[in-house]
T-cell receptor
Framework: AQKITQTQPGMFVQEKEAVTLDCTYDTSDPSYGLFWYKQPSSGEMIFLIY??????QNATEGRYSLNFQKARKSANLVISASQLGDSAMYFC???????????FGQGTILTVHP | GAGVSQSPSNKVTEKGKDVELRCDPISGHTALYWYRQSLGQGLEFLIY????????KSGLPSDRFSAERTGGSVSTLTIQRTQQEDSAVYLC????????????FGPGTRLLVL
């Protein structure tokens, strides 16, 4: 069975600094995709970034980048130049196989200090 | 609007009552997913619809839970004889065709069973 692990229940970062949120995964399927979602206190799930298992390059979306280390089965999210609005819960998720049923990690609460 | 919509946004019910939660996916999206987010359990997959195919119900926690999707668009998740442990946020997501695409989430329905 596939599993996603986020080992950091909470992280703190100073405004304008970079922060890395950890995510490791476990699957024996060669075809999979990894997502990061942001969930602010309002509750909606906001898509941030996607990495496919066959993608050669790390995904980037603006201030977000995904540090994909396939051999280590890690997919860490890097947020550069943190902003106060980045304070939220962050979920790493993975789909496997032929359709997109997602398995989620437990989440990391990020707090950005001014 | 252009996004996934869900109703009601909040629902308080008494133990033993039935509830219906509605999801209206993004227009043209053929794949629809229901997830549940509860304290201590994180986000868990419930059910998946793709076009006219038989739904994947593998995540439904008990036979009190059922869902249908009429006309390939709107979906209704029904919980019969609600229990206190059913209290959670129920999230709906949709994608154009399923598979490796980004899932776009609705705002969720917060269910509280007293």
């Amino acid at each position: 069975a596939q599993k996603i692990t986020q080992t950091q229940p909470g992280m703190f970062v100073q405004e304008k600094e970079a922060v890395t949120l950890d995510c490791t995964y476990d699957t024996s399927d060669p075809s999979y995709g990894l997502f990061w979602y942001k969930q602010p206190s309002s509750g909606e799930m906001i898509f941030l970034i996607y990495q496919g298992s066959y993608d050669q390059q790390n995904a980037t979306e603006g201030r977000y980048s995904l540090n994909f280390q396939k051999a280590r089965k890690s997919a860490n999210l890097v947020i550069s130049a943190s902003q106060l609005g980045d304070s939220a819960m962050y979920f790493c998720a993975m789909y496997k196989g032929s359709y997109g049923k997602l398995t989620f990690g437990q989440g990391t609460i990020l707090t950005v200090h001014p | 609007g252009a996004g996934v919509s869900q109703s009601p946004s909040n629902k308080v019910t008494e133990k033993g009552k039935d509830v219906e939660l509605r999801c209206d996916p993004i227009s043209g999206h053929t794949a629809l997913y229901w997830y549940r987010q509860s304290l201590g359990q994180g986000l868990e997959f419930l059910i998946y619809f793709q076009g006219n195919s038989a739904p994947d119900k593998s995540g439904l926690p008990s036979d009190r839970f059922s869902a249908e999707r009429t006309g390939g668009s709107v979906s209704t998740l029904t919980i019969q004889r609600t229990q206190q442990e059913d209290s959670a946020v129920y999230l709906c997501a949709s994608t154009l065709r399923g598979r490796s695409e980004t899932q776009y989430f609705g705002p969720g329905t917060r269910l509280l069973v007293l």
